[in-house]
């Protein structure tokens, strides 16, 4: 069965440093990933997504995440967080069967709860 | 526009009780979808539609049903509340299955069955 592990729970971090959360799935076909934040009292939202093409994507709020298919990672990072950054963040692949389509399904990773001090 | 709506936001139920989550969106998205979250375990895939009067199961359908009788609504009931099903839970839709179509969530319903 296919599976998303982020490695890191909780990162606490201040204002202006970088940050980079692991991501990586277990899936052997053609993989479409995506990275989802969910901001204290909200909805989940899309930060960032891969399909094809150019291995580095780049997001919404200064995000950017980089797929390395060898490593079967995806791993999110930004340069200099902010305040605003608090929240979870959280890894998706599509669930892919073989002969099928997804149907949008995403499989999720754990969740990193990102806490950024000003 | 008001995207996907889920009523209640919080609920208590007792165990044995039964209700509905309610899920409604205005954006004419044919793919609707329920998460349930659970701490440190992310979001795990409950039933999803692809139309009116389709549904599917995801990864954790147990005690759960689902019904799709339009293309707005996608109602999940809970028959038989157990503590187990202590979650916050996540209606989504998208317009299509295209990887291109991102999913829209909304704000979740905070269940606690005691």
């Known amino acids: 069965a296919q599976s998303v592990s982020q490695h890191n729970h909780h990162v606490i971090l201040s204002e202006a440093a970088s940050l980079e959360l692991g991501c990586n799935y277990s899936y052997g076909g053609t993989v479409n990933l995506f990275w989802y934040v969910q901001y204290p009292g909200q909805h989940l939202q899309l930060l960032l997504k891969?399909?094809?093409?150019?291995?580095l994507v780049k997001g919404i709020k200064g995000f950017e995440a980089e797929f390395i298919k060898s490593k079967f990672s995806f791993n999110l990072r930004k340069p200099s967080v902010q305040w605003s950054d608090t929240a979870e963040y959280f890894c998706?692949?599509?669930?892919?069967?073989?002969?099928?389509?997804?149907?949008?399904?995403?499989?999720f990773g754990q969740g990193t709860i990102l806490t950024v001090h000003p | 526009n008001a995207g996907v709506t889920q009523t209640p936001k919080f609920r208590i139920l007792k165990i044995g009780q039964s209700m509905t989550l309610q899920c409604t969106q205005d954006m004419n998205h044919n793919y609707m979808y329920w998460y349930r979250q659970d701490p440190g375990m992310g979001l795990k895939l409950i039933y999803y539609s692809v139309g009116a009067g389709i549904t599917d199961k995801g990864e954790v359908p147990n005690g759960y049903n689902v019904s799709r009788s339009t293309t707005e609504d996608f109602p999940l009931r809970l028959e038989l509340a157990a503590p187990s099903q202590t979650s916050v839970y996540f209606c989504?839709?998208?317009?299509?299955?295209?990887?291109?179509?991102?999913?829209?969530f909304g704000n979740g319903t905070r269940l606690t069955v005691t």
């Open positions: 891969y399909f094809s093409g150019d291995p």
């Open positions: 998706a692949v599509t669930c892919c069967h073989s002969g099928g389509t997804s149907y949008g399904k995403l499989t």
């Open positions: 989504a839709s998208s317009y299509s299955y295209s990887y291109n179509s991102p999913l829209h």
